[in-house]
Each structure stands twice: as structure tokens, then as C-alpha cells.
């Protein structure tokens, strides 16, 4: 089972998506996982889907949002060991350009990705095993990168890059690394199909470095990356994992000019 074995990994936003596939990814490998989203039925559905795989998991409801909350789920996360892996994945996100975005839809956003990274983390920490827990966030170029229609999304994103880097830089003396995992195009979840027009499918992949979406085991296997003796010395790192999005247009094929 190689060195997950016995390991006890939290996920948050677990429900579905990229989330729920890096759970699985641990789980494989032989973690205990803790599963958490907003959503009761959800979660417990996600936390069945892996016990029916043979994970030892269990599933949470808590938003995000309510840190009292999260602090009992890392208490009962951690009752018969302390935590080696934190995901924090819960993010919100929409389509609108800024005169059309409200100041209540804008703060739901940076509440959950923002403020929700930072709950997550900070509830963890009194759990986690020190040294060697690994921390890991999941943001988006939108944090580097402005775009248009985006600057609820933007702005938390980024907030989430500084959050991971800071915490990194406080917490490394204990023995807790933190980084984040930075996604491109991922098929088949749930921020492609609300942000991105199938029928755009060819144009989106013309535009990247390496032609093609990437998958969710792309980013469980950077999450266990991020986690295993290999990046031991990796902290304060955010790793894009994204085909070549963040280089820029790639439609131009240097092969043939």
C-alpha cells in the first residue's frame, strides 16, 4: 500500500469533482479518510462511495464557513490518530461580470474559497502530526491571472495563493508543510461545465501547451505527490498542474511555423 498505509487524510469539499477523486486517491493507497461538504446527503453518499471502494472513510457535514463547526469534524477526525494530510478544495464560482456581480455574491465567493481555506486549515492545526502533516490548497490561475467576468473569483484565489504562503512560511518551523495545487482545464467536473462551452471545447485545447484537458487523477496524484516523502522539502509551493495554461496561448504551433 506504499506510505499511506494507516495515514488519516481530511478532504474538505469532498462531495464530488477533484476533491472527492483525491480522496479516493488516498484511500487507495491505503488512508483513513474524512470526508466534509455542506451538503448531508452529499457527503454521505461520497463517504459510502468509498467504503464501498474499501476505504476506511467517513463523511462530514459542515460548511465551510463555520469554523466551530470544523472544529468539532478535525476532533472527530482525529479521535483515534492525528491528521497527516488536509485538503482544502470547497470553492464557489459563477460567471458575471463585476457590475453584475453583487456585494453579498461576491462575498459568498471569498467566504467559501478564501475564508474557507483559512478556517480549514487553522481548525486543523491543534490535530495535525508535527512534523510531517502536509497541508494542501486547491486554487486556480485565476489567482495570478486576471479575467474577465472573474473578479469574485480572482480575488479569492489569490487570497488563497498568499493564505498557503504565509501559513507555510509560520508554520514550517513545526514541521507543517503547506502548498497548493493549481488546476487547468479538468474534465468532467463540475467548474467546466459552469465556466466552459462544450462547443469551445477544440478552441480551449488548441490554446493549451500540452492539447488536452487534464483529469482528476492528474490532480489526486499531485496531491499525493505534495504529501509523500518525495516533497518533503517542497513548502510554500504552488504547483500548476494545467497542461501549460499559465505559459499563455499555445495556439500557435512552433512545429510548423
Known sequence: MGEFAGKNVFVAGASSGINLAIA??????GAKVTVLSRSAEKIEAAAQGLRDAGVDAQG??????????????????????????VVSGAAGNFLAPALKVSANAFKTVVDIDLLGTYNVFR???????????????ITAGQAVHPMSFQIHACAAKAGVNMVTKCL?????????????????????????????DPEREAAIKKRLALRDYGTKADIAEAAMYLSSAAAKYVTGTILNVDGGSDLGDASADALNV
Open 24 to 29: 479516493h486517491a488516498f484511500g487507495a493507497a
Open 60 to 85: 462530514i457535514a459542515c460548511d465551510v464557513r463555520d469554523y466551530a463547526g470544523l472544529e468539532a469534524a478535525f476532533a472527530a477526525a482525529a479521535t483515534d490518530a492525528k491528521i497527516d494530510v
Open 123 to 137: 481548525a486543523s492545526y491543534d490535530h495535525l502530526v508535527k512534523p510531517g502533516a502536509s497541508l494542501i490548497a
Open 168 to 196: 507555510a512560511l509560520e508554520w514550517g518551523p513545526a514541521g507543517v508543510r503547506v502548498n497548493a495545487i493549481s488546476p487547468g482545464p479538468i474534465a468532467d467536473t463540475e467548474g467546466m461545465k459552469r465556466l466552459a
